[in-house]
Nanobody, 124 residues
């Protein structure tokens, strides 16, 4: 069983930056791809970013490409999402998830474990 705990969300003005963290329990962290998803009010959940188990490969949604960066520290069982140049459209609950699928999966159905989410609110 893997438990994921997100932190780092909060309120930020447009143009600002936030860094989300996701701490994972268990011994299998380094063998799992880790992704970030988000759900805005009244909208379906959406893929944000993913990093492969080794950290070599990453993939991003077009809406965040060039602004967000996903990294991981396998020694600390933690994955990060650095979010820069935040816009109002980035307001959402952000979820960390772990996948046993190799590579950089972006399909929500390929993820086995989920965190409880952390709220990110961007104000004008």
């Amino acid at each position: 069983q893997v438990q994921l705990v997100e932190s780092g969300g909060g309120l930020m003005q447009a143009g600002g930056s936030l860094r989300l963290s996701c701490a994972a329990s268990g011994r299998t962290f380094s063998s799992q791809a880790m992704g970030w998803f988000r759900q805005a009010p009244g909208k379906e959940g959406a893929f944000v970013a993913v990093i492969s188990s080794s950290g070599i490969r990453t993939s991003y949604a077009d809406s965040v490409k060039g602004r967000f960066t996903i990294t991981r520290d396998n020694a600390k069982n933690t994955v990060y999402l650095q979010m820069n140049s935040l816009t109002l459209e980035d307001t959402a609950v952000y979820y960390c998830a772990a996948s046993l699928v190799r590579g950089v999966p972006s399909d929500v159905g390929l993820y086995n474990y989920w965190g409880q989410g952390t709220q990110v609110t961007v104000s004008s």
